[in-house]
């Protein structure tokens, strides 16, 4: 059974939004925090934004430098699911992204910004 179901991306142009969706195990949305990251065809994976869990009192959200400012993480805790909101997106944001909470990886889901 998975762990972690992605879904959202898909194909969009320069400067379009889509918004990415990882619904997480109840276990593993409780106990950690939960990441998204991007990684190609062994290019570097990088951090995308970070959200810790709801009873964390020391971590704290955080975006990757690139994306700064364009992204937004948020969390619904009801439906233990993981939003990033992207705006202003750029061709080098393509790339699949992947949610990830501790050794739990989603199946990654590909985004493409194109015109």
């Known amino acids: 059974q998975a762990q972690l179901v992605e879904s959202g991306g898909g194909l969009v142009q320069p400067g379009g939004s889509l918004r990415l969706s990882c619904q997480a195990s109840?276990?593993?949305?409780?106990?950690?925090?939960m990441r998204w990251y991007r990684q190609f065809l062994g290019k570097q994976r990088e951090l995308v934004a970070s959200i810790p869990t709801v009873t964390s009192s020391f971590d704290t959200i955080r975006y990757g430098a690139s994306v700064k400012g364009r992204v937004t993480i948020s969390r619904d805790n009801a439906k233990k699911t993981i939003y990033l909101q992207m705006n202003s997106l750029k061709p080098e944001d393509t790339d699949v992204y992947y949610c990830?909470?501790?050794?739990?990886w989603g199946q990654g889901t590909q985004v493409t910004v194109s015109s």
């Open positions: 109840e276990s593993i949305f409780k106990a950690y925090t």
């Open positions: 990830i909470a501790q050794d739990y």
